[in-house]
């Protein structure tokens, strides 16, 4: 056989590592349901699906909107806090203000969508770090919402709020309203990063941001739309977590974002920027679900899971460690 035609067939057999990544997760994710139904036989009951799921709503959220700042190579460690402070707005804008419940859920979205544009602009504008420029952004938020609130919870009690937790736990067919905004923020998620021109530039910044420069893109515009993309699914999660609650604490949040990030990179998603995709977000935040539900069905003590989740986390980050060194 010509020893090119071999190549180009070898070449055409051989999986991308980002889709080998992705396909490695969902088997992972599929070992830890039998794994887990085989333990306990409670796992596979319809009301702890649904648990499941409500809890990877949140989480999962969070991790749509950081998939698109990592894919460009940088990190949003205010994901946890941003999502407190749209909580916490929420709350000011239909309990203090008495504004209608719909205006108040698009005052909280918007909260997180200014506070990654603000995000956006520390790091293309001003040239900080993104670590350092969120770092400062999730003080920012956290202290804003403890401010804000008095440092207490605001209880969406009163008749301004009617209705409000109905957003997460509205259900049909006995799943809840969250899971299906979740999975409707994936599909809006997905269309933006694959079939829109700000997908395109995520994808060419996470690759050669200075290639990408010369070729006379306005790098420091697409980054400030892409943090505020990143802030605007996190003002979601923010909303979503007030309503199933129903109530803004703002104590909540931090610790928040390393799950999301964990859940990206699980996903596929490269931190070295470049390469991602919505569906492997998505198959990490439901990863992360399920590892944490399970360990808990099977009375395994609060701090043994933090280290297990810990240890999730790097290996996550190993893999892509690896995987950045093959194909180098």
Known sequence: MNPSVATNKASRSRIPSGALQQLLAFASLIVLIIVFSVSSSNFLQFSNIVGILMSTAVIGVLALGSTFVIITGGIDLSVGTVMTLSAVMTGVFITFWGMPVPIGVIGGILTGALCGFLSGVFVSKLKIPPFIATLAMMMVAKGLALVISGAKPIYFTDKHAEGFSKISLGSVFGVPFAVFIFFGAAIIGSILLSRTIIGRYNFALGSNEEATRLSGVNVNFWKIVIYTITGT????????????????????????????????????????????????????????????????????????????????????????????????
């Open 233 to 328: 699914f996190t003002g979601l999660a923010g909303v979503l977590i007030a309503s199933r609650l129903n109530s803004a604490n703002p104590a909540l949040g931090q610790g928040y974002e390393l799950e999301a990030i964990a859940a990206v990179v699980i996903g596929g998603t490269s931190l070295s920027g470049g390469k991602g995709t919505i569906t492997g977000t998505v198959i990490g935040a439901l990863i992360m679900s399920v590892l944490t539900n399970g360990l808990r069905i099977l009375s395994v003590p609060q701090e043994w899971q933090t280290v297990v989740v810990g240890l999730v986390i790097l290996l996550a980050v190993y893999t892509d460690i690896l995987r950045r060194r093959k194909s180098a």
